[in-house]
């Protein structure tokens, strides 16, 4: 069965410093491969995804970046982080040609 | 056009009540809608999903009801439970090839009260 990994579950960042989130997915290959960001009592907004290794599409301008560095790991990554960047980030997966996304447990960032 | 409008934002029903969430949507294109419940602290799960070719789809207590000329789609639940309590959110894709990217709604806190 997959399973989506997602690390640190928790995180509080001063702002200015760097950011670097973790998505792991087992149990599948060549997974699509998402980041949303959901502020408090909001929806989910979509920030990047990957079809492929090294393959990167932005939806939202910002100050963050991802990376898929191998074909089940997603980094999502700022220099510098905001206030704004406070959030819940959300990583999913979904197998090409299905539409059902399936998501990890999620990361609370707070930025002080 | 690429909105999914969601209502109500919050919602209260008693339990054995009936809860209703309803979205609409503007992209005719959309083929597929699914809807995620989310408990507090965690990452949304797929409950139940639906293709416009039909109007309805059950499972359990969950029903997803399909009106494509009005451009809408609402999710009951039946005899509401207070373990039902969590935020939902609808959602809606376009087959793309295997690149199909969902766009939610901004989701319903349901409370469901004894």
Same mark, same amino acid.
């Given at each position: 069965?997959?399973?989506?990994?997602?690390?640190?579950?928790? *995180?509080?960042?001063?702002?200015?410093? $760097?950011?670097?989130?973790?998505?792991?997915?087992?149990?599948?290959?060549? =997974?699509?491969?998402?980041?949303?960001?959901? /502020?408090?009592?909001?929806?989910?907004? #979509?920030?990047?995804?990957?079809?492929?290794?090294?393959?990167?599409?932005?939806?939202? @301008?910002?100050?963050?970046?991802?990376?898929? @560095?191998?074909?089940?790991?997603? &980094? *999502?990554?700022? !220099? !510098?982080?905001?206030?704004?960047?406070?959030?819940?980030? #959300?990583?999913?997966?979904?197998?090409?040609?299905?539409?059902?996304?399936?998501?990890?447990?999620?990361? %609370? #960032?707070?930025?002080? | 056009?690429?909105?999914?409008?969601?209502? $109500?934002?919050?919602?209260?029903?008693?339990?054995?009540?009936?809860? &209703?969430?309803?979205? /609409?949507?503007?992209?005719?294109?959309?083929?597929?809608? $699914?809807?995620?419940?989310?408990? =507090?602290?965690?990452?949304?799960?797929? #409950?139940?999903? &639906?293709? =416009?070719?039909?109007?309805? !789809? !059950?499972?359990?207590?969950?029903?997803?009801?399909?009106?494509?000329? /009005?451009?809408?789609?609402? *999710?009951?639940?039946?005899?509401?439970?207070?373990?039902?309590?969590?935020?939902? +959110?609808?959602?809606?894709?376009?087959?793309?090839?295997?690149?199909?990217?969902?766009? +939610?709604?901004?989701?319903? %806190?349901?409370?469901?009260? $004894?």
């Amino acid at each position: 069965s997959q399973t989506i990994h997602q690390w640190p579950a928790t *995180l509080v960042q001063p702002v200015g410093s $760097p950011l670097s989130l973790e998505c792991t997915v087992e149990g599948t290959s060549n =997974p699509n491969l998402y980041w949303y960001r959901q /502020a408090a009592g909001r929806g989910l907004q #979509l920030l990047f995804y990957s079809v492929g290794i090294g393959q990167i599409s932005s939806e939202v @301008p910002q100050n963050l970046s991802a990376s898929r @560095p191998q074909d089940r790991q997603f &980094i *999502l990554s700022s !220099k !510098k982080l905001l206030l704004s960047d406070s959030g819940f980030y #959300l990583c999913a997966w979904k197998q090409e040609y299905q539409e059902t996304q399936y998501f990890g447990p999620g990361t %609370r #960032l707070l930025v002080l | 056009q690429q909105q999914v409008k969601q209502s $109500p934002q919050s919602l209260i029903v008693q339990k054995g009540g009936i809860s &209703i969430i309803n979205c /609409a949507y503007e992209n005719t294109a959309f083929d597929y809608f $699914p809807w995620y419940q989310q408990f =507090p602290g965690k990452g949304p799960a797929l #409950l139940i999903a &639906i293709r =416009p070719d039909v109007s309805e !789809k !059950k499972e359990g207590r969950f029903t997803i009801s399909f009106n494509k000329s /009005a451009k809408q789609f609402s *999710l009951h639940i039946m005899d509401s439970q207070p373990g039902d309590s969590a935020t939902y +959110f609808c959602a809606a894709s376009v087959s793309n090839f295997g690149n199909e990217k969902l766009t +939610f709604g901004t989701g319903t %806190r349901l409370t469901i009260i $004894p």
